[in-house]
């Protein structure tokens, strides 16, 4: 089972899960990531774990 969203291979830093939501969107990657570290410092979400799933569920990057 994959979601349409297809991380990215030119902006990544560790998988591209969020440059390649930012993507999908276009929206800013950098902005992007300070949400995301901002959202997983919250207590009781799962910030690592929510990443570690959106990297095995989304589409790998075109290798093109």
Request: with cysteine; glycine share 10%; aromatic share 10%.
């Amino acid at each position: 089972m994959h979601i349409p969203v297809k991380r990215s291979k030119d902006n990544q830093i560790f998988g591209g899960v969020i440059a390649g939501i930012c993507e999908k969107f276009d929206w800013n990657p950098a902005a992007g990531r300070v949400l995301y570290v901002v959202l997983s410092l919250v207590p009781g979400f799962p910030g690592i774990i929510v990443y570690l799933v959106m990297w095995l569920l989304m589409e790998k990057p075109d290798l093109n």
